[in-house]
């Protein structure tokens, strides 16, 4: 009986090996109780998930549950996009068997491995993996040595396949960014495994374009490594005199007429539409007319109680929830708007010393604002304390200038005046941040203040310490990000705002009027805003350069307005006091 229970299992384990060999040489999974019951379990190490054309790869083999009669079995892998792990005899030890190789990768979409190993005469199939492949090509692009803003350049872009097929469609472009109009093409891949195309692109305003090879195959998965080229974008090359003459003048003329066409009559609402249209009309018929007179009265009339000039409106100056009377008197409003005008009308004759002096005195009267040069000063934003907190570089250097000029064309010997200049022009170098030629827009701040401000800035510095200011203006329009939009940090810097800025250059050095960014600043704003207020920008331009007043600025625009005042206000460009 025991003989014959013997048998029995015998039989039994040998049915259930048997069956459990067939299905694992038809690749399907080994049952558990199979397993167990000794068949042979193939199993092939992790691979990457990309593999990559021409590559080599470790890969090991192992097969385990061998039966203890097995000596040596063959192993290897099986599969298609690989070579070099063929079946080879290996010696098994302690039931197992175990074959390193090298797989390498071959030209394809994808690959596909699996471990198989043969036992005496019976085969099994393992573990399998399917990998996307990656054929390595190479890129150069060649980039001229100068990019110039708006000016055609030529790019060479190159692609080196050898490991693809000749004729295999390739569509290479331009990556990277700081160029534009270079389109896409798709080309076949010659004989020579080399593509090579010509590419020609206009280069954006960027301060560096970072330009390499696009490339890509329909057919295949592409690892493209090649150089990536940087290249600072300078200026275009400055128009001449005549030709940056014509330009300024027409659109500047072209916006006055605009603005008078659509109005119907200049918009004087508001201290800056006053001034503006005073600077205007006074710098085509000069002083001695009654439109003139009429115009300065208008001026005069919006005084503030102390004799300054502020916005006529209750506003929040450093957006700290304070908001300030609408009579206060504000530093730039006399500094910058009404002050110059009054000192013209003075200097034509046409304005008692009272109305020039009652501003100069607001100026002296402002409270200092606090500063760490020894025996400096700083202006403060208003006239009231609150706004004396913090320094306004901008605010204190214009002061001081429109202090300054006062005393040299009027000859007065105003108490305190001089001291007052003095003190501040020590305080220049304090805030200066050298590296980008600026100043920051309040004191305590590490980042240069905005276009606009800054150009203004340069402006006044250039007046009280002319080394310093050229040093300044130099630095500035040095700096590669002093025509690009991204360097402005004040709240109020909209593109209007920094286009002004880069007019305001032109209008302190005319040598920029000549430049691209400067000129295409202007017609930014010419094509965005319409109305006398960008219109004087040009002219102040112009003045600076000497041309003779525009023919729309003769004396003829009230003619042609008709009344001389409007009803109501229209839109205008955005304005504030500093």
């Known amino acids: 009986m025991r003989i014959t229970f013997a048998f029995i299992g015998r039989r039994l384990a040998a049915t259930l090996a048997a069956v459990a060999a067939a299905t694992a040489a038809g690749g399907a999974a080994v049952p558990a109780a199979a397993a167990a019951a000794g068949t042979p379990r193939v199993t092939l190490t992790a691979l990457p998930t990309t593999l990559v054309v021409g590559r080599s790869y470790p890969v090991t083999v192992t097969v385990t549950g061998l039966p203890a009669a097995a000596r040596t079995v063959s192993l290897g892998l099986r599969g298609t996009g690989h070579t070099g792990c063929a079946p080879a005899r290996v010696a098994a030890a302690r039931l197992r068997a175990t074959l ?273 040069t020894p025996g400096g000063a700083c202006i403060g934003y208003s006239a009231l304390p609150e706004d004396a907190r913090v320094c306004v570089p901008n605010v204190s250097f214009g002061s001081a200038r429109f202090l300054a000029d006062v005393a040299r064309e009027t000859g007065w010997e105003v108490p305190g005046l001089a001291d007052r200049v003095a003190a501040v022009t020590r305080t220049i170098p304090e805030l200066y941040l050298p590296a980008s030629g600026a100043w920051p827009y309040l004191a305590g701040r590490t980042r240069p203040q905005d276009h606009s401000h800054n150009a203004y800035t340069i402006r006044s510095v250039l007046a009280l310490d002319p080394a310093f200011g050229r040093r300044a203006l130099a630095a500035f329009t040095a700096h590669p990000l002093w025509w690009l939009p991204a360097t402005a940090t004040q709240g109020s810097s909209t593109p209007y705002h920094r286009h002004i800025g880069l007019v305001q250059v032109a209008w302190t050095d005319c040598r920029y009027a000549r430049h691209a960014q400067v000129r295409d600043a202007f017609a930014q704003i010419s094509a965005q805003y319409s109305g006398a207020n960008v219109a004087l920008w040009g002219y102040r331009v112009l003045e600076t350069c000497g041309y003779p007043p525009l023919t729309a600025v003769r004396g003829t625009i009230w003619e042609r307005a008709g009344p001389a005042a409007a009803a109501t206000a229209r839109p205008r460009a955005p304005a504030r006091p500093g």
């Open 100 to 372: 390193s190789c090298r797989l390498r990768v071959t030209p394809g979409a994808t690959l596909f491995a699996q471990a198989a190993a043969t036992v005496g005469d019976r085969r099994y199939a393992g573990s399998a993996v399917r990998r996307t492949v990656r054929t390595p090509v190479t890129t150069t692009i060649a980039v001229p040595a100068t990019l110039r803003w708006r000016t055609g350049a030529t790019l060479r872009l190159t692609v080196d396949a050898p490991l693809l097929r000749a004729g295999t469609r390739l569509t290479v472009g331009v990556g990277g960014s700081g160029v534009h109009r270079c389109p896409t093409r798709t080309l076949a891949l010659p004989g020579t495994h080399r593509l090579t195309v010509a590419c020609a692109v206009l280069p954006m305003q960027v301060a560096v374009a970072r330009l390499r090879v696009a490339v890509t195959a329909p057919a295949a998965t592409l690892l493209a490594t090649g150089n990536t080229e940087r290249r600072p974008v300078h200026d275009a090359v400055a128009v001449s005199a005549e030709a940056a003459r014509a330009e300024w003048e027409e659109r500047t003329d072209s916006q006055l007429a605009r603005d008078l066409a659509a109005a119907g009559a200049p918009v004087l609402t508001g201290i800056g539409q006053v001034a503006m249209w005073l600077e205007l009309h006074t710098g085509g018929a000069g002083w001695r007319n009654a439109r003139a007179r009429d115009l300065r009265d208008r001026l005069l009339a919006l005084r503030t109680p102390d004799g300054g000039y502020g916005i006529g409106r209750a506003w929040d100056a450093f957006g700290d929830g304070s908001t300030n009377p609408a009579d206060t008197t504000y530093s730039y409003t006399i500094a910058n708007v009404a002050g110059p005008l009054l000192l013209r009308a003075w200097l034509a004759g046409e304005l008692p010393d009272r109305y020039l002096r009652e501003p100069v005195d607001a100026l002296l009267r402002a409270p200092a604002a606090p500063t760490r």
